[in-house]
C-alpha cells in the first residue's frame, strides 16, 4: 500500500513479497514510474550444531535460510577462535589452521544468526591396529570372535586432537569379514582358513592407512571319545 506524505513523498507498507510498480503523477506532468520489490526477509537461519575439518584442508559449510524463499538470502561468514583457529570465505569455505574449536557464524542482512561449534584436528599420520583383548589376531572359522582397533596418530607421535574415524576392509572376503563398529573398532568374521590382511583407512581424507595381518583357524572340539 502507498500512503501520501504532505512533504510530496510517500511511504510504502508492504503486504505481500513480490514486484510491484509505483506511479506518481503531478498536475498535467506526464506519470513517473518506479518499479520496486517487496521481499519476504528470512526469519531464521541455521546451521549443523558441530562439524569437523583438518588442519590444512577445508570443508564448505551451508546455512539453510528460513523460509526458503526469504529474500536477501546473502549469508555473511565469520569465524571466532575458541582455542583453535580457522579461516572461512565469503562462499562458507572454513580452513582449518590450528588444532582446537572454533566457532563458526552464519548471519543475515537483518541479524538472524546461526553459529556451528567446529573441531579443527591435526592430519593423521600413522594408524597401528590391534586386538582389543590385546591377544593374538586370530579369528575362528564360521565366527565373529575378533574385535580390532584401530588409532591414529598426528605428525608428533601422539593422539591429540587426531581424529578417530577410520573405514575398514578386508584384503580377501573370501577369508574373512568385516563390520564397522563406529568407535574405531571393527568385528571380524572368519570365513575360511588361512591368513589375510585387515585394513584401516583413516577418515579424514588424509589418505593414510594402517593393516594387520589376522589368522582364521578352525577350531578343534574335544568330542569326549575316549579309548
Same mark, same amino acid.
Given at each position: 500500500?502507498?500512503?501520501?506524505?504532505?512533504?510530496?513523498?510517500?511511504?510504502?507498507?508492504?503486504?505481500?513479497?513480490?514486484?510491484?510498480?509505483?506511479?506518481?503523477?503531478?498536475?498535467?506532468?506526464?506519470?513517473?514510474?518506479?518499479?520496486?520489490?517487496?521481499?519476504?526477509?528470512?526469519?531464521?537461519?541455521?546451521?549443523?550444531?558441530?562439524?569437523?575439518?583438518?588442519?590444512?584442508?577445508?570443508?564448505?559449510?551451508?546455512?539453510?535460510?528460513?523460509?526458503?524463499?526469504?529474500?536477501?538470502?546473502?549469508?555473511?561468514?565469520?569465524?571466532?577462535?575458541?582455542?583453535?583457529?580457522?579461516?572461512?570465505?565469503?562462499?562458507?569455505?572454513?580452513?582449518?589452521?590450528?588444532?582446537?574449536?572454533?566457532?563458526?557464524?552464519?548471519?543475515?542482512?537483518?541479524?538472524?544468526?546461526?553459529?556451528?561449534?567446529?573441531?579443527?584436528?591435526?592430519?593423521?599420520?600413522?594408524?597401528?591396529?590391534?586386538? #582389543? =583383548? $590385546?591377544?593374538?589376531?586370530?579369528?575362528?572359522? *564360521?565366527? &565373529?570372535?575378533? !574385535?580390532? %582397533?584401530?588409532? @591414529? /596418530?598426528? +605428525?608428533?607421535?601422539?593422539?591429540?586432537?587426531?581424529?578417530?574415524?577410520?573405514?575398514?576392509?578386508?584384503?580377501?572376503?573370501?577369508?574373512?569379514?568385516?563390520? #564397522? =563398529? $563406529?568407535?574405531?573398532?571393527?568385528?571380524?568374521? *572368519?570365513? &575360511?582358513?588361512? !591368513?589375510? %590382511?585387515?585394513? @584401516? /583407512?583413516? +577418515?579424514?581424507?588424509?589418505?593414510?592407512?594402517?593393516?594387520?595381518?589376522?589368522?582364521?583357524?578352525?577350531?578343534?572340539?574335544?568330542?569326549?571319545?575316549?579309548?
Amino acid at each position: 500500500t502507498v500512503k501520501k506524505n504532505a512533504d510530496g513523498t510517500a511511504t510504502v507498507t508492504g503486504v505481500k513479497a513480490g514486484t510491484v510498480t509505483i506511479t506518481a503523477r503531478a498536475g498535467s506532468l506526464d506519470p513517473v514510474s518506479v518499479k520496486i520489490t517487496v521481499a519476504l526477509l528470512p526469519t531464521s537461519v541455521s546451521l549443523p550444531a558441530t562439524g569437523e575439518v583438518v588442519v590444512g584442508q577445508s570443508k564448505r559449510f551451508t546455512a539453510t535460510i528460513s523460509p526458503a524463499d526469504a529474500q536477501p538470502s546473502t549469508i555473511l561468514w565469520s569465524v571466532e577462535p575458541v582455542t583453535g583457529a580457522a579461516s572461512v570465505d565469503a562462499s562458507g569455505n572454513l580452513t582449518g589452521e590450528k588444532a582446537g574449536q572454533v566457532r563458526l557464524i552464519a548471519r543475515t542482512l537483518n541479524d538472524r544468526t546461526a553459529t556451528c561449534l567446529v573441531e579443527i584436528t591435526n592430519p593423521v599420520r600413522a594408524i597401528v591396529i590391534d586386538p #582389543t =583383548n $590385546g591377544g593374538r589376531a586370530e579369528v575362528s572359522e *564360521g565366527k &565373529s570372535d575378533l !574385535t580390532l %582397533r584401530a588409532t @591414529a /596418530y598426528g +605428525a608428533d607421535g601422539t593422539t591429540n586432537n587426531v581424529q578417530q574415524k577410520f573405514t575398514w576392509r578386508s584384503a580377501n572376503t573370501r577369508y574373512a569379514r568385516v563390520q #564397522t =563398529n $563406529g568407535d574405531g573398532t571393527c568385528t571380524v568374521t *572368519g570365513v &575360511s582358513t588361512g !591368513t589375510v %590382511r585387515i585394513y @584401516a /583407512y583413516a +577418515a579424514d581424507g588424509s589418505g593414510v592407512s594402517g593393516e594387520i595381518a589376522i589368522r582364521v583357524f578352525r577350531a578343534c572340539y574335544d568330542l569326549g571319545l575316549h579309548t
